[in-house]
């Protein structure tokens, strides 16, 4: 079997400084200027996409350089190298979520499709007028509008669980919302607003005590905390490559078989047809029936890359750092006299995402400010307008981290926010 993927080199527990020196971009400086080299860039923006370590990109280079064909198609040498480690990248994944079989793995362009294509798949043949949808008030616009456009189409009801004002889910909201008319609950694993870590044990064994299945976009999660879709007993779980090391254009939806088993396929074409006729055809098993035309080849191996180097670096050490830096960037935050206002709860609670508004400064000029000082952080409602509705804001300032994110860059955030704040009020 052909070998794409180089090992990192260093130990666990990691340094998050020399863990650094994998990720070529992290040594950026910005903003130079005659006679002034600029400053380092301080990358906060992870929860809308994270950076590559070399490891990744390498394994990009060596497939085109090495190992590219289409996959299942060729009886040649090469097409047999491109798909078997495209397979080793379904089992990399399969194993790192504990799913059952490589048959629950099914390779999407990301979160979003995935979703879709449960709305679209499952829901058009299991949910009619009457039925409802239970979602929440933190979800992202990629788990609120597939479930609209489903109402549109069959007549069914999208209704959402509250949340509380710190941005927690009323649990004891949840037995009175299922009702025999539920027949899915979708959620998000964590906010990526709030960094709220939601109770999926709790919800998914509710939903299924009331016949529902349930869905987890687990997009802001699975990159950063264990997962085991066998242990939560999960339906559906869908996420993104790129939020996890992995190149963009990937992602995965993780069904149970016998659901994906009785699911009409999504998207229609080659690969996912076992036998095509003049007036019909006849799908392929899984899990190409649900992998229409030539796949995301090169992103896939990259996806499983990107695995390895997580497994290497260790999900509970992640989780560690993450937390510390939520801890700090809470910390420093609080220190400023600027009418700071956390979106979501306490860092305790929450994962590696601190969402916030100034009365001083709005948060667009809080993410320009930023990027003076080479930090970048996200402003606007981060695809969650309803949830920004329901804390009664417009818009917030979002900094995200991941591992490779340190303290002293918390505290170069601190600091730029402080002089932002002195900038705004000369103006
Ligand atoms: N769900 C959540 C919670 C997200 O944070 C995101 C992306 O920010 C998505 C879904 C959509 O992911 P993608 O754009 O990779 O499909």
Redesign the pocket.
């Given at each position: 079997m052909a070998t794409a993927v180089p090992t990192t080199s260093h130990a666990v527990p990691f340094d998050p400084e020399s863990i650094r020196g994998d990720f070529p971009i992290l040594q950026t400086r910005l903003h130079a200027t005659d006679g002034n080299s600029g400053v380092p860039l301080v990358y906060l923006d992870n929860?809308?996409t994270t950076q590559r370590p070399r490891q990744v990109i390498q394994s990009l280079v060596d497939v085109y350089e090495k190992h590219y064909a289409n996959v299942h198609r060729g009886i040649h040498w090469l097409s047999d190298q491109s798909t078997d480690l495209y397979e080793e990248a379904r089992e990399k994944t399969r194993v790192f979520i504990n799913a059952a079989a490589r048959e629950e793995v099914i390779f999407s362009y990301?979160?979003?499709?995935g979703i879709n294509l449960v709305a679209r798949s499952w829901g058009d043949a299991n949910v009619k007028a009457g039925d409802e949808i239970l979602l929440s008030e933190m979800e992202?616009h990629?788990?609120l509008v597939p479930w609209f456009q489903l109402a549109e189409r069959t007549g069914c009801k999208v209704r959402h669980l509250p949340i509380t004002d710190d941005g927690q889910l009323v649990l004891d909201a949840l037995p009175k919302m299922l009702t025999d008319r539920t027949k899915l609950v979708a959620v998000?694993a964590?906010?990526?607003v709030l960094g709220t870590i939601n109770p999926l044990p709790e919800i998914i064994r509710q939903a299924h005590a009331a016949g529902a299945k349930v869905l987890v976009?687990a997009?802001?999660s699975v990159p950063h905390m264990r997962t085991d879709v066998q242990a939560l007993d999960c339906d559906f779980l869908a996420f993104?490559g790129?939020?996890m090391l992995g190149p963009s254009g990937v992602?995965i939806l993780y069904g149970k078989r016998e659901l994906l088993d009785a699911m009409p396929p999504f998207l229609g074409g080659g690969s996912m047809i076992r036998r095509v006729r003049l007036d019909g055809f006849e799908s392929a098993d899984l899990p190409a029936k649900f992998e229409a035309g030539t796949p995301p080849i090169v992103p896939a191996i990259g996806l499983g890359a990107a695995i390895d180097y997580l497994n290497q670096v260790g999900l509970d050490a992640i989780h560690a750092q993450e937390t510390l830096l939520t801890l700090k960037a809470h910390e420093v935050l609080e220190g400023l006299d600027a009418g700071v206002r956390f979106l979501g709860p306490e860092p305790a609670k929450k994962a590696g995402i601190v969402s916030f508004t100034m009365k001083t400064m709005h948060a667009h000029d809080i993410a320009q400010l930023l990027d003076r000082a080479g930090v970048a952080v996200r402003a606007g409602h981060h695809?969650t307008m309803p949830l920004h509705k329901r804390l009664g804001v417009t818009a917030s300032a979002r900094a995200s981290f991941y591992f490779y994110n340190t303290t002293a860059e918390v505290e170069t955030f601190g600091r730029a926010l402080g002089e932002a704040l002195r900038i705004f009020k000369r103006k």
């Open positions: 929860a809308a990301g979160t979003t499709e992202h990629a788990n998000t964590v906010s990526n976009d997009a802001q993104s790129h939020k992602g695809c």
